[in-house]
């Protein structure tokens, strides 16, 4: 697959001819400079954009030959800042299980899954902590009862107490669930505890992908061990 955007100059290639897929149940992670095209991935994922060349399938169907409505509802999508609809926390989980026409009682049984008491779910979701926030983004998620996730650094803007529990809490998920996941993370000893394969993108083109385990301690192209190596700045690595 491929993606083009315009600018005053003329098209600028943000993926180029990316071919890969990821196996049903697993943990891939993406890895790679800021700008080499790791979220513009989920986004083809989920139909937030529509891909300019190639296909993107998911389950066995082509993205665009997906109902969008029904799509959303098999591909969950969490962002790094948790961002919370205006209301409570109750507010932000009934309004999801509504868009999807689904059942409501769960709400206190999903707000104990991730972690955080009924309680809270008469408290206002912008008065939240940045944890608290990416708890009940992902419970939002779930009320849509996922089989694929796409989290777009859902950790990097937290404490290191609140990531490392966010990060236990989605190893939570996918042990119970089975969800497909893909991750796009910056943290590269994150990638190394949670994938079972992990891709490195750099200038829109899939440099690597493999195994977590080979990638990390046998990695193929002289670029994936630069990178790696902390050997590329921003610059040197456009």
Known sequence: ??????????????????????????????????????????????????????????????????????????????????????????????????????????????????????????????????????RVALARTLVNRPSILLLDEVTSALDPAAARGIEELIIKIHNDRQNTILWVTHDLEQAKRVGDFTWLLAEGRLVEQADTASFFSQPKEPFTRRFLKGELSEEAAR
């Open 1 to 134: 697959m491929s993606k083009f955007y315009e600018n005053g100059e003329g098209k600028e290639t943000v993926l180029q001819q990316i071919t890969a897929k990821v196996p049903a149940g697993s943990i891939v992670t993406l890895v790679g400079p800021s700008g080499s095209g790791k979220s513009t991935i989920l986004s083809l994922c989920n139909l937030l954009i529509t891909p300019d060349g190639g296909r993107v399938i998911v389950e066995g169907k082509e993205v665009r030959d997906w109902n969008v409505h029904e799509l959303r509802r098999h591909v969950g999508l969490a962002f790094q800042m948790g961002t919370m609809l205006p209301g409570t926390v109750k507010d932000n989980l009934l309004l999801a299980a509504r868009l999807h026409q689904l059942e409501t009682e769960a709400t206190e049984r999903i707000m104990q899954y991730v972690g955080l008491s009924e309680g809270m779910l008469a408290r206002q979701a912008d008065e939240l902590s940045g944890g608290q926030k990416q």
